[in-house]
């Protein structure tokens, strides 16, 4: 495997709008998953971004992207992108998040992002040509969730691509949150919705889209952090 150094290209691009800005939003580009920059691997690419960045855009820069089993390693540029090469052998890549602990300086307020994440790459929503965007909050904006995460409990975040759907995960959990606008409220249908407190007895919950989507499935589920996976709606 290799590394794909694209999303150092991204960042020149990216300090634009490294101070926020609406001129920003509409950042999550059209993806050419198979453009031959990874040979017979598959791309994984995506980003992360704050949990707000659609009222005003914010990248979560420097971020360890840690694929597991022996995979490349990347970090974040300034808005957030990712990008790396996967073996295409496996139905789901997996690769662990860690958050800089530098302020981010485009947050609002200025803060710490607190939890790691798991990303789930789906290998049939990015052969269909799916995008992966996660989202993390900071110690800020958690403490305005108006829910209690509870360290022993995992959390589920799922973005949805494409026309937006209701989405179930099976395990127990506290109330869903979604995002269908550019705000965050109650429910469980939108462009990105989240699950808190995630019972994760057994290390997997089965991920379900009304309506159907590319990408769901069985995910994994780690206590104390946010397990982010892409789906393509139908």
């Known amino acids: 495997m290799r590394i ?24 999550t580009p059209v993806i050419d998953f198979d453009n031959g920059t990874c040979g017979s691997d598959l791309r ?77 790459g789906s290998r049939a929503a990015i052969q269909a040509g799916g995008f992966n965007s996660a989202r993390l909050f900071t110690v800020a904006r958690q403490a305005t969730l108006g829910v209690t995460l509870d360290p022993a409990k995992a959390h589920v975040m799922v973005h949805v691509e494409g026309q ?35 019972d994760p007895a057994g290390g997997s919950t089965l991920l379900s889209v009304t309506g159907g989507a590319i990408g769901t499935g069985t995910i994994p589920l780690v206590a104390g952090t946010i397990t982010e996976i892409s789906v393509l709606a139908n």
């Open 4 to 27: 794909s150094l694209l999303y150092l290209l991204a960042a020149c691009a990216a300090c634009n709008g490294c101070g926020g800005g609406e001129g920003n939003v509409d950042a």
């Open 44 to 120: 994984f690419t995506g980003e992360i971004i704050d949990w707000d960045a659609d009222a005003s855009f914010c990248g979560v820069f420097d971020a360890r992207v840690a694929v597991r089993d022996g995979g490349p390693t990347a970090n974040t540029a300034p808005n957030g992108r990712y990008d790396v090469c996967v073996s295409r052998d496996a139905q789901q890549t997996l690769a662990d998040v860690t958050p800089s602990a530098v302020m981010s300086e485009c947050s609002n307020p200025k803060s710490t992002y607190p939890l790691p994440m798991l990303l789930v």
């Open 164 to 198: 937006q759907r209701a989405v179930a995960v099976a395990a127990a959990h506290d109330a869903a949150q979604a995002n269908a606008t550019t705000t965050w409220a109650a429910g469980d249908t939108g462009h990105d919705v989240f699950f808190p407190n995630v």
